[in-house]
């Protein structure tokens, strides 16, 4: 069984879990073109990585527009493109909102607008996290979640 997370914002991530252990080359940043979400690049990296006849859920953070948020109409296509795309290749998806997987894995600590909580749970669980820039310091905050996303995913079919 393998897991997948996605945080599908424009600097979001992917990650495929097995036994909620990384796959190998299991991680990526979201595929980008031109700020879209870059749908044939989308496909490839899931192709890659499932293979038919093998059991996966794939769970992604449910993206909530706020009226007259700046950049929101862009927010909601670059998410449809991601869904299309999973549809079409008749995954089996889960949508789940931020707070409920992030009071999942943190259930004593205040997560709302911390991107670093993530960050350090990879990094005490071993995920060798890439940089946000290939020349930067900083960590990638959105292959951080799409693990996060992918280890509540394995917490719940553990207590199901």
Partial sequence: MIVVGIDPGKTGGIAFLEKGKNCEGG???????????????????????????????????????????????????NYGRIVAVLELLELTTIEVIPRVWKSTLFPDQVTAGNKEISIQKCINEGYDLPTLKPTGKKLHDGIADAICIALYGWKKLETS
């Fill in 27 to 77: 991680l990526y940043k979201m595929p980008i073109n031109v700020s879209k979400v870059d749908v044939g690049e989308l496909q490839t990296i899931f192709l890659e990585h499932l293979s038919t006849g093998e059991e996966h859920q794939v769970y992604i953070e449910k993206q909530q527009v706020r009226a007259r948020q700046r950049g929101g109409a862009l927010i909601g296509e």
